[in-house]
């Protein structure tokens, strides 16, 4: 038979008590772990500083090539190389799936010190709304239900998981819609310099450079392509990134005619010329429909707040004088 006090014990509050301490020697765990690496991170730095340090012929010569092959320091580091190193466990490939994967390559972030701090975001916004939402449920609201106390923990616990990837989702949809939009001009700049005598190397070179206000995002895939391309890459390695990352099928037909031209030669103005107009007979297409999308909006708008006024004007002085004329009867 159950004793009834074993029951009574089980209180909403006792059980917010248990949940504050399961995640308080998570959060425990964690902070050891990362303490660790960054512990390791330290005394790797400082032997690889020695090692620098005794086999260098000249101090000037030397401090160079030691400042670059010291890894980054400081806590901020630590944290990104314990998510990096976490990326490949069962934990980081269902925080870091794919999706999340592409849509990091969509926003520029390339490397895995990235995907790390991705990760570590995620797991701390998972950790840090649910105590917050218990504290707040623990001194402000001392009559709150146990239920409504684990749903409101739920509901914190899956926005602070989900608010990192719906800012980089936000990023992402912002830099598709730059490269959409910065996608006619590359075309005209391209047939341009290509029409003065430059070479595709040059022209790619001339926007990377000189025309990073006009060309913010574009440039800069421009310029990763062109570094991939100087470390040895074929042009079509180096350009497969900027036609498969953002989901544009005139942006890779337009790296597909690069390609072309790269390999086999030819000329290229024409087809550019031609490709520019399509682009632009799409966007006047595209317009055209936003605008008539528009107008079927500000029709419903107008029926609510220019038919009310409209009925007063047109329909007020004969409403006005039949009354006048009930109350002349009446009389």
Request: aromatic fraction near 6%.
């Amino acid at each position: 038979m159950t004793h009834p006090t074993s029951l009574t014990l089980l209180t909403p509050n006792l059980l917010a008590a248990f949940a504050v301490l399961a995640t308080a020697i998570g959060m425990g765990l964690i902070g050891l772990h990362a303490l660790s690496r960054y512990v390791r991170m330290q005394r790797s730095a400082r032997t690889l500083d020695q090692a620098l340090t005794q086999r260098a012929a000249a101090p000037s010569a030397a401090s160079s090539p030691r400042e670059a092959a010291l890894p980054k320091r400081g806590l901020l580091a630590a944290i990104g190389s314990t998510g990096t190193g976490w990326l490949d466990t069962p934990i980081g490939r269902v925080a870091v799936a794919e999706e999340d994967r592409r849509l990091l390559d969509r926003c520029g972030y390339l490397d895995a010190r990235a995907r790390g701090y991705f990760l570590a975001a995620r797991i701390v916004g998972a950790i840090v709304m649910p105590l917050f939402v218990l504290a707040y449920a623990r001194y402000a609201a001392h009559g709150a239900h146990g239920t409504r106390v684990a749903m409101y923990v739920f509901i914190a616990l899956s926005l602070g998981f989900m608010a990192p990837k719906w800012f980089v989702k936000n990023r992402a949809s912002l830099r598709q819609s730059a490269v959409n939009s910065e996608l006619p001009m590359f075309v005209d700049l391209l047939r341009l310099l290509q029409g003065v005598g430059l070479s595709l190397d040059q022209s790619l070179q001339v926007m990377i450079s000189d025309f990073k206000a006009v060309l913010p995002v574009m440039s800069r895939e421009l310029a990763m392509a062109q570094a991939q391309f100087a470390t040895g890459r074929t042009r079509e390695q180096s350009l497969k990134r900027l036609s498969t990352t953002y989901d544009n099928d005139d942006l890779a037909a337009i790296v597909r005619l690069v390609i072309q031209v790269e390999q086999h030669g030819g000329a290229v103005q024409e087809p550019l010329r031609q490709f520019g107009d399509r682009l632009r007979d799409g966007r006047r297409a595209m317009l055209r429909e936003r605008i008539g999308k528009l107008t079927v909006k500000m029709t419903g708008v107008m029926v609510i707040t220019l038919l009310p006024a409209l009925l007063i004007v047109t329909a007020g002085p004969g409403f006005i004088a039949i009354v006048h004329s009930l109350a002349g009867i009446h009389r």
